[in-house]
């Protein structure tokens, strides 16, 4: 097993799994543990072909950021959901390891999810991308920027980089932003040049999504074997 597929959730047996959200669907969630071999076989950009609905086809795992308008007070390990305020801000703390939500309940502000260093042997081009759709009643739109701390100074960093996703009316398609979520663009050590730096880069810690939503119904995220360069 090579040190990429490591990374990723193994589910034993799934005969079919439907939606629990009707915005969203019938979606297809991997049910093996997903075997990256983009960066071995030398895939580009380029050669990435998309389904109809914006995504690089093959197996994935779906995230879905869903905005509620009343907090929850259960506490949420499981399943492939984040709850969200509908309108306001929740900070998604993030930590190395397969792909699993360790807090599903952002309503009270923060949340918690795990997944794969993007970028482990820092050769500026992903092991995995991160596409999103916005989903849900037209109307509504979410922010999200990926933050960090420098280690010595404690100081936090946000990329200069945003992820705006707008719910329209018609059918919502995929686009990728890995560059926006999986990395941080900023100049982090002051010397005036702007740096791309990919999650769990040693260069800065505590890594996190801040999220700003601004009525957005459902949020997904697929994250799929396929590379970006960044």
Partial sequence: MSKISRFFISIASVTAVASDLSACGKEEVSARRLSLKAKETGSSNDSIQLTGNGAPAGKHY?????????????????????????????????????????????????????????????DGVTSYSVYARALGKPGGSVKAMTCAKDPVSGEEICSLETMVQLRTKGKSTFTNVSNQ?????????????????????????????????AGLKVLQLRFIEVPTTF
Avoid: H, Y
Wanted: hydrophobic content about 40%; glycine content about 10%; aromatic content about 8%.
């Fill in 62 to 122: 779906n995230l879905n950021l869903i905005g509620v308008p009343k907090s929850k007070t259960a506490t949420i390990t499981t399943g492939n959901r984040i709850f969200l305020p509908l309108e306001g801000k929740t900070r998604i703390n993030l930590s190395q390891g397969d792909f699993a939500v360790l807090d599903g309940n952002g309503t009270d502000g923060t949340a918690a999810f795990q997944l794969p260093a993007p970028d482990a042997d820092g």
């Fill in 181 to 213: 979520l999986l990395s941080i663009s900023a100049d982090i050590d002051g010397d005036g040049t702007i740096e791309r730096v990919p999650l769990f880069d040693s260069r800065l810690q505590d890594f996190a999504w801040n999220f700003d939503n």
